[in-house]
């Protein structure tokens, strides 16, 4: 890990902290909620090896990068524009672009938006949701979900706040990060968190050292940075009406999942 260098870029008129080792062809990695560039160090360290050079982002919000404070500046574009800022401060042209979760759904934008900025994409978890010009995302998933589904349950600012203050913040990385209930996940209002539960003992490949990571970075920050991104889906959805029927030319390898 101490092979790791960190470094902090000016991009898109924020300041972002990225991870990254090696040279070689360049591959962009992309973290999910609630992560860091962290989840990415073991792959770091085995492709750096193989000669690629490996770059991990803390994203917008996220970390050691900066968190404007309003929902408005989490939408995708700002976002895809952080990261064409960052290749730019790097000098590289093109990249192998691999994320997951929140990241992977950002993928997806950069390859819409920016296909000769991406030679191909291995994506996680997420797959591609063409736009649905007669319907909101928030707005379906609580159609079919209800209120209580986290994704609504998260878009009131400080309510959400509220559920992940009533926890210390190791166990709330421990309940994200190890929690299987293939059911929809949904936060009662009157329960929050109640429901969900880690998984005890931990798995074998997270360690306490990996959570108490993950805890330290959470617990200066707040999730506040994270939760914007849910926050901010209806008006990427109404900034992307343009985009309505584009498809992904970027080759993609996608595999599911559950995250």
């Not at 990225?18 to 085995?46: D, K, N, Q, T």
């Not at 401060?89 to 979760?101: K, N, T």
């Not at 709330?172 to 969900?196: C, D, H, Q, Y």
């Amino acid at each position: 890990m101490e092979k790791i260098e960190h470094t902090t870029v000016p991009t898109n008129g924020i300041n972002m902290h990225v991870a990254s080792i090696g040279s070689g062809p360049p591959i962009l990695f992309l973290h999910g909620f609630p992560e860091l560039w962290y989840s990415w160090r073991h792959r770091l360290l085995s492709l750096s090896a193989l000669g690629y050079r490996c770059i991990a982002p803390d994203l917008r919000g996220f970390g050691d990068t900066d968190a404007p404070p309003n929902a408005s500046s989490y939408t995708a574009m700002h976002i895809v524009g952080d990261l064409i800022g960052l290749l730019d401060h790097l000098g590289i042209e093109q990249v192998f672009l691999v994320a997951h979760d929140w990241g992977a759904v950002i993928a997806w934008y950069l390859c819409l938006f920016r296909p000769d900025r991406v030679k191909c994409l291995v994506n996680m978890s997420v797959a591609f949701n063409p736009r649905n010009p007669k319907r909101k995302p928030v707005d379906g998933f609580r159609a079919l979900f209800g209120d209580d589904f986290y994704m609504c349950r998260f878009q009131e600012p400080g309510e959400a706040e509220g559920y992940f203050g009533g926890l210390d913040t190791a166990s709330v990385m421990k309940m994200f990060l190890t929690g299987r209930n293939p059911a929809p996940p949904k936060i009662s209002k009157e329960l929050g968190f109640a429901s969900w539960k880690p998984v005890e003992p931990m798995p074998a490949w997270l360690l306490e050292e990996d959570v108490n990571y993950f805890a330290s970075k959470f617990s200066k920050t707040g999730f506040t940075g994270g939760l914007n991104y849910y926050r901010a889906m209806n008006l990427t959805w109404e900034l992307m009406a343009p985009w309505t029927g584009v498809q992904i030319k970027v080759p993609v390898k996608y595999q599911r999942i559950y995250s």
